[in-house]
DNA sequence: GTGCCTCGAGTTCC
DNA sequence: CTCGAGGCAC
């Protein structure tokens, strides 16, 4: 709590004495850093933002009078606080994604092998080369240049949107304030990094005037990155290399190549390491070359990325859901660390599935220290893989055991390896049969990996982990009501939410609470006033977010849109839902005719409105809510956009797969067979069967390039 | 039945 | 981020 009896805090600054600001000080470093704990370990600010904003000013003015008596410790040094409110969004425009990843060779040669698949061009024919370029490892960056001038520097994000760093990005020396010759519009896409004597050199003035070191290059830039403000990240190292482009007035070169040779023309520092490659093979070894160089490059990479070099064979290859199909990163082998496994704990997962997590001797690997590891399910446990085959040459995995940790993806801590040389337990570790939160037996249907508890509703673990799925971001997003919270209330005595329908009633229920809440430690009258208004907010919720809420197994936020669109309102839903036969009826059939749903997702909606008990705590929480209706989908303006094709015959200009994305990214559905319900047959030459039934039905006919001219693309 | 592809569910650390 | 499972095309 600030720290309200010094009176400093609401003095004007430039009538305090050299004592009285000392103490200031003292009191301001101490509140805000109390403030930053709560904010980041307990997910629970003690103090609101704008309180927040008004004492770091405090702090900044007292330090301008006082510049003597700033302290080693002073909050205007901290970093990373409260920054992710401090950035406003941008949205990309063209997604930033992901790539694919290899791990090995056999992968590298999968991935030459779908292209010439999907592209139709053989192994003999050279027209497909590829670029080989390092894998930096540093935070991505989108420049956005109109007319030649930085407008802004935005972050990934999630990938649609970003964080705007623009005073940051500037103060790069490596990324240029303007740029000549260069598109009216140009969006330069790159990493920002940090080398490794720069990276040494500020962990060595961190240490010496007290501030918090990093625990690797990449987090140092990540850090200096997202500093609020930006006369700090001016003094931090950082370096930017250039490899690729997002929306552009006009296009740089044909070629990926070119076009990042066009960029170091405009002043961007490109990756000297950026090759042609002709072959897997070729791409192979020059992925050795780098690894062999690796150590010598004085920055930190972690593989080597491959992109396909024509961007028209980038266009035609297009993208999956995340990932670009015409490019893919070949990671390095993940590091790896010996550590003890202390212990094996059980979790009861939303859906009751019981997940073994490894309780490890904290060890640092990859420089971040890991304590826990997935132990997926009880298979794995036993050395037995998803495929039935054996994993880590077989071996089960004991408490005890000294045990090899990996991070997957860099990420995920993992158990590569177990040493049963040092092994101390005799016998295998046995997987509970009874949920060790509400002792329900726990059992694993026929087929399945996982063991799940069958308390259902009655367990308490399940209740809770249902509860956060019902505040998470996809759902209700309620502010200020996080899993923390939600697992607070479940607990109370006083005032709890036991379901969801619980959490739109205790504004009322605070009422009459024996301890008001407004009253108790971590709350105060604001928050309070604010969390309820939060919920408020909250009652009037699309129907998608609402169907996801309820954590019906199989349904997640995309099935949950799509079932959502389908029904079109709360009240047609329910009523389809509470009638329906599982199996049989027209309902059902409906059900399994929606693209993307089957047999299972609709037996568990279908059982979930029908059981009682579940039921009843649906209906609970309805009578608290104003469901939307989902808005008409807008059609695609393609004329083909809600027609179902289908393409027979040899396709000249394109193959299958990619005939395929492209109908369907014009709106239309594509069918395998002819029926009453296809519009448009597009036949290519010996084209048979399909093509007389066709004829037979009325359906239109068209060659591949009316179909080519109609879809509008060249 | 096999082989994609996508989604769902669970997980770690910052 | 990964694995497993569901859904669908071949």
Not at 15 to 36: F, G, K
Request: net charge negative; aromatic share 6%; glycine share 8%.
């Amino acid at each position: 709590m600030p720290n309200l009896q010094n009176t400093a805090y609401d003095s004007p600054v430039d009538v305090l004495t050299e004592d009285q600001a000392r103490d200031a000080l003292a009191a301001l470093a101490q509140d805000l850093s109390d403030a930053n704990k709560a904010y980041h370990t307990d997910d629970a600010p003690k103090i609101d933002d704008a309180t927040y904003d008004h004492l770091k000013r405090k702090n900044a003015e007292i330090e301008a009078r006082f510049p003597h008596l700033k302290r080693a410790d002073s909050p205007s040094d901290q970093v990373g606080a409260r920054a992710a409110d401090g950035f406003s969004k941008v949205a990309h425009e063209i997604k930033m994604l992901s790539l694919g990843n290899a791990f090995d060779d056999a992968d590298v040669f999968d991935f030459d092998e779908r292209i010439r698949k999907y592209l139709n061009i053989t192994t003999a024919d050279e027209t497909l080369a590829y670029t080989a370029e390092p894998k930096i490892d540093g935070v991505s960056l989108a420049l956005t240049y109109k007319n030649g001038a930085l407008i802004t520097a935005a972050t990934r994000g999630d990938g649609e949107i970003g964080e705007n760093v623009t005073a940051n990005a500037l103060t790069i020396q490596d990324i240029p304030q303007h740029i000549e010759n260069a598109p009216e519009l140009l969006e330069v896409r790159g990493e920002v990094y940090m080398s490794h004597a720069d990276f040494a050199a500020l962990n060595a003035r961190q240490e010496a005037t007290g501030g918090k070191t990093f625990a690797n290059p990449r987090n140092a830039a990540a850090g200096s990155l997202r500093q609020l403000d930006s006369t700090i990240t001016s003094e931090r190292p950082l370096r930017f290399f250039a490899y690729a482009w997002g929306v552009l007035s006009s296009p740089l070169a044909d070629t990926q190549f070119a076009s990042i040779e066009r960029l170091a023309a405009l002043g961007f520092a490109i990756n000297p390491l950026t090759k042609i490659c002709k072959s897997p093979e070729a791409l192979i070894a020059h992925y050795t070359d780098i690894a062999a160089a690796r150590a010598d490059l004085g920055y930190d990479i972690d593989g080597v990325v491959y992109k396909v070099d024509a961007l028209a064979y980038q266009r035609r290859l297009g993208f999956r859901s995340t990932t670009p199909r015409w490019a893919i990163a070949h990671k390095f082998p993940a590091e790896l660390a010996w550590t003890r496994l202390n212990a094996i704990d059980i979790q009861v997962g939303r859906t009751g599935a019981l997940s073994p997590v490894a309780r490890l001797q904290p060890v640092t690997v990859g420089g971040v220290v890991v304590s826990n590891a997935t132990l997926h399910n009880e298979d794995y446990i036993a050395g037995i893989g998803g495929d039935g085959q054996p994993i880590r040459d077989g071996q089960d995995i004991r408490c005890g055991d000294m045990v090899q940790v990996y991070r997957a993806g860099d990420v995920i801590p993992k158990i590569a390896a177990v040493d049963i040389s040092k092994r101390t337990q005799s016998k295998p570790y046995v997987f509970p049969d009874h949920c060790p939160e509400c002792a329900s037996p726990a059992i694993r249907e026929d087929g399945d990996a996982v063991r799940r508890c069958t308390g259902g509703l009655i367990c308490p673990a399940q209740a809770v982990e249902r509860l956060k799925h019902f505040v998470s971001r996809a759902a209700f997003d309620i502010e200020g009501l996080g899993a923390k919270q939600v697992a607070y209330f479940f607990d109370d005595d006083t005032l709890p939410v036991k379901e969801p329908a619980d959490i739109f009633t205790l504004k009322d229920r605070d009422e009459t609470g024996f301890t008001k809440l407004e009253n108790r430690d971590g709350f105060g009258k604001t928050s309070v006033k604010k969390l309820f208004q939060a919920i408020d907010e909250k009652r009037t919720i699309p129907l998608n977010r609402l169907l996801f809420s309820l954590g019906i197994r199989h349904l997640g936020e995309s099935s949950a849109a799509l079932i959502a669109r389908h029904y079109g309102g709360w009240a047609t839903l329910e009523r389809a839902l509470t009638t329906a036969t599982i199996g049989d009826g027209d309902i059902w059939d409906y059900l399994l005719s929606i693209d993307g749903v089957g047999a299972v997702m609709a037996t568990s909606l279908v059982m979930a409105f029908q059981n009682p008990a579940e039921r009843a705590s649906i209906d609970r929480l309805i009578a608290q809510l104003d469901v939307q209706d989902m808005p008409q989908v807008a059609l695609s303006q393609s004329p083909v956009a809600g027609k179902t094709v289908v393409f027979t015959g040899t396709l000249e200009k394109m193959t299958r797969a990619e005939a395929k994305a492209r109908a369907e990214s014009h709106g239309a559905k594509v069918s395998g067979s002819v029926s009453a319900k296809t519009d448009i047959l597009v036949a290519g030459p010996g084209a048979g069967s399909k093509a007389t039934k066709a004829e037979t039905l009325g359906v239109t006919v068209l060659d591949e390039d009316a179909w080519i001219a109609l879809i509008g693309e060249a």
